[in-house]
């Protein structure tokens, strides 16, 4: 392929007009071509503001086009699955945001459309694209950690709860679990060398919830909705087929500092996002360093990954069958914190 990848757009909320436009915008070989979201007059501005052809409220409409390549799908969770499916189905490629999907079911059948299509699935694990995750994860592979075999995974926030559908577990399908500590979760995960989880135990609370804090903003979706039916914290532990296991702690609001940090345990050397630290021992000595890089635009790198897997047949970083695993963690702390135990993934 050499001519130029042709883009649509399924949802034009926040993460599509935020960081995917701009991100496909930076690359040279692709044509952004049609937007669909259902807000009539918000797919129609963008569609004017960015210079497409098309501009629609159902997404059926956009991937029967035959001068679309591929889709970016941006929607709320809950249409994850129809709208990827949908888009496979019809032959386009698909970058699907993060979470994958509503439960693994949803899961399982974006992957069977994408294989009987021969399309590529890349889900939005955007984090994996980091300057200083690319730098752990080459670190991990050399074997610099030795056996990794235990991590945690946080992202806590003392006042951050988004409006808007976030809070709308119809829309969502949960809180600061699905929304940001995904995030977490996978990138952790991913850099332990993607284990295969067996069990989970976890607890979710709403106890601070919708607050009226004051001198603290709140994150805005672009459709209001007052539901809010979701956890605003939740903890959890994971164990995985190898005896590794990774500790996690999420919260939209908690009385406690800010956080957000993936951090690996090795039999060699440990490791730490943020701050950004490999912890070592060199002659009996310990040493803490951190590695220089560039500072990266992890979207960017997320887009290129995706049109370059177009381009090249490639199978992506971020695949199908990742996401999977993770949604099965996702669901999995839900339930067991709906049981009140430990459960078998």
């Known amino acids: 392929m050499t001519e130029k990848i042709r883009i649509g757009l399924i949802g034009a909320g926040n993460i599509c007009q935020n960081a995917h436009i701009p991100a496909y915008l930076k690359q040279d070989d692709v044509e952004l071509v049609a937007v669909c979201d259902i807000n009539e007059k918000r797919a129609n501005e963008v569609k004017e503001k960015y210079g497409m052809k098309y501009a629609f409220t159902d997404f059926n409409d956009l991937v029967k086009l035959s001068d679309v390549d591929a889709v970016s799908v941006c929607t709320w969770n809950n249409a994850h699955a129809a709208a990827t499916i949908a888009a496979l189905n019809a032959g386009k490629h698909v970058l699907c945001e993060k979470p994958m999907a509503m439960n693994p079911e949803e899961a399982e059948a974006m992957i069977k459309a994408a294989k009987a299509n021969n399309r590529i699935l890349q889900i939005g694990f955007v984090n994996r694209f980091r300057a200083d995750s690319k730098v752990i994860k080459e670190f991990a592979e050399k074997g610099r950690f030795g056996e990794i075999y235990f991590a945690k995974a946080t992202y806590e926030r003392r006042r951050g709860t988004p409006t808007g559908w976030f809070t709308n577990k119809a829309k969502s399908g949960g809180g600061p679990v699905i929304d940001i500590g995904v ?71 908690l009385n406690n500092k800010e956080s957000m940090n993936s951090e690996i345990f090795g039999t060699k050397a440990g490791a730490s996002l943020s701050p950004f630290v490999i912890y070592d021992e060199q002659e009996n000595y310990l040493i803490d360093s951190t590695p220089v890089v560039d500072r990266e635009d992890p979207f960017y790198n997320e887009i290129k990954e995706f049109l370059t897997c177009i381009r090249e047949n490639r199978t992506p970083i971020a695949t199908g069958e990742d996401g999977l695993q993770i949604q099965k963690i996702l669901n999995g702390i839900y339930e067991s914190a709906r049981l009140g135990k430990e459960i078998v993934l």
């Open 183 to 253: 995030h977490v979760i996978d990138l952790t995960w991913y850099l332990m060398g993607k284990p295969k989880p067996v069990t989970v135990s976890a607890a979710v609370y709403d106890k601070i919830g919708d607050y009226k804090t004051k001198g603290v903003g709140r994150w805005h979706a672009f459709d209001p909705d007052d539901t809010f039916d979701t956890e605003d914290s939740a903890c959890a532990f994971i164990r995985f087929e190898n005896g590794a296991t990774m500790q996690v702690s999420v919260s939209w609001a």
